[in-house]
Every structure is written in structure tokens, then in C-alpha cells.
């Protein structure tokens, strides 16, 4: 059992970064590939970035490709994601999540066994 609690959430005015974290609980989370998701109100949850178990991999949806970098310390239980160039429609709740599963770099939620309960990043025009 994997218990995943997010951080680092705000408002930014666009054009400026933040840094998420989440921290995992439980011995075994280098077995766990982790990936950032978000979700606005009234759509579906979507993918942003995805990293391996081993640091090796990692994916992003083309909305963030270039301005957001994904990055785990397995010492320290914790998966970052750093967000540059902020945009309005990167408002979101974020979420992180862990699988074991391999095909985790689909970006596909339903590969996801554990999530945290969300952190609000708003970003101002």
C-alpha cells in the first residue's frame, strides 16, 4: 500500500513556476512508477508527465513538454514536478499517482492504482 500526499500548490501569475512535491508513504516505493495528473472542474482527469521506477523514463503530454520536468529522490520517498512559463489554462488540481504496472508511460489514469488527494495551482493572466 502506497498513502501519497501532494504539496507545493499556489497562485502564480503567468509566466512563473512552481514546484510540486508528493511524499510517499510505505517501503516500496522505487517499485512504483509515479505519474502527475490534472483535473479542471467538468473534465476528465488528464496526464501531464510520468517517470520510472529507476529515473531512466520519463513522459509528458505535448501541452507541457518543454516547460515542465518530472524528477523522483526514491531516498526520500518524493516525486517532483517542476512547472516553468505558467500558463492560464495550466490551472488545475494536480494529482499525483503510483503503478507497478508497466504500460504506466501511457499515461492512462486507469493504470494507476494510488492517489493523492490533489493540490490547486492557479495561474493568473
Known amino acids: 500500500q502506497v498513502q501519497l500526499v501532494e504539496s507545493g500548490g499556489g497562485s502564480v501569475q503567468a509566466g512563473g513556476s512552481l514546484r510540486l512535491s508528493c511524499a510517499a508513504s510505505?517501503?516500496?516505493?522505487?517499485?512504483?512508477?509515479m505519474g502527475w495528473f490534472r483535473q479542471v472542474p467538468g473534465k476528465e482527469r488528464e496526464f501531464v508527465a510520468a517517470?520510472?521506477?529507476?529515473?531512466?523514463?520519463?513522459f509528458y503530454a505535448e501541452l507541457v513538454k518543454g516547460r515542465f520536468a518530472i524528477s523522483r529522490d526514491n531516498a526520500k520517498k518524493t516525486v517532483y514536478l517542476q512547472m516553468n512559463s505558467l500558463e492560464a489554462e495550466d490551472t488545475a488540481v494536480y494529482y499525483c499517482?503510483?503503478?507497478?504496472?508497466?504500460?504506466?508511460?501511457?499515461?492512462?489514469?486507469?493504470?494507476?492504482?494510488?492517489w493523492g488527494q490533489g493540490t490547486q495551482v492557479t495561474v493568473s493572466s
Open positions: 499517482a503510483a503503478t507497478q504496472k508497466p504500460t504506466y508511460w501511457r499515461g492512462n489514469r486507469n493504470d494507476y492504482t494510488y
Open positions: 510505505g517501503r516500496t516505493f522505487s517499485s512504483y512508477a
Open positions: 517517470i520510472s521506477w529507476t529515473v531512466i523514463g520519463t
